[in-house]
C-alpha cells in the first residue's frame, strides 16, 4: 500500500505559473504508474496527465498540452506536475493517484483504474 500526499496548490493569477508535488510513502514507488486529477465543483473528476512506472512516457489531456508537465523523482518517490499559464477553468482541487497494475509503459486515464488517491490540493486561479 502506499499513500499521498500532494503539497503546492494555492491562489495564483491568470498566466501565473504553479508546481504541485505528489509524495509517496513505501519503497515501491517506482513500481507505480503515477496521474494527476482534477474536479471542480460540481463536476466529475478529470484526467489532467500520467506518467509510467520509469518516467520514459507521458500522457496528457489536449487542453493541458504544452501548459501541463507531469515529472517524478523515483530516488525521492515524488511525482511533480508543473503549471504554466494557467487559466481560470484550471480552477480545481487537483490529485495524485497510483496505478499498481499497469505495465511498464502503459498509463491509464479513468480514474477507477487507479489504487490509491492523495487528500488533494486547491487551485485557484483569479481573472
Known amino acids: 500500500q502506499v499513500q499521498l500526499v500532494e503539497s503546492g496548490g494555492g491562489l495564483v493569477q491568470v498566466g501565473g505559473s504553479l508546481r504541485l508535488s505528489c509524495a509517496a510513502s513505501?519503497?515501491?514507488?517506482?513500481?507505480?504508474?503515477m496521474g494527476w486529477f482534477r474536479q471542480a465543483p460540481g463536476k466529475e473528476r478529470l484526467f489532467v496527465a500520467g506518467i509510467s512506472r520509469s518516467g520514459l512516457s507521458t500522457v496528457y489531456t489536449d487542453s493541458m498540452k504544452g501548459r501541463f508537465t507531469i515529472s517524478r523523482d523515483n530516488a525521492k518517490n515524488t511525482v511533480y506536475l508543473q503549471m504554466n499559464s494557467l487559466k481560470p477553468e484550471d480552477t480545481a482541487v487537483y490529485y495524485c493517484?497510483?496505478?499498481?497494475?499497469?505495465?511498464?509503459?502503459?498509463?491509464?486515464?479513468?480514474?477507477?483504474?487507479?489504487?490509491?488517491w492523495g487528500q488533494g490540493t486547491q487551485v485557484t486561479v483569479s481573472s
Open positions: 493517484a497510483a496505478d499498481r497494475r499497469s505495465g511498464s509503459y502503459s498509463i491509464k486515464t479513468d480514474p477507477p483504474e487507479y489504487d490509491y
Open positions: 513505501g519503497r515501491t514507488f517506482s513500481s507505480y504508474a
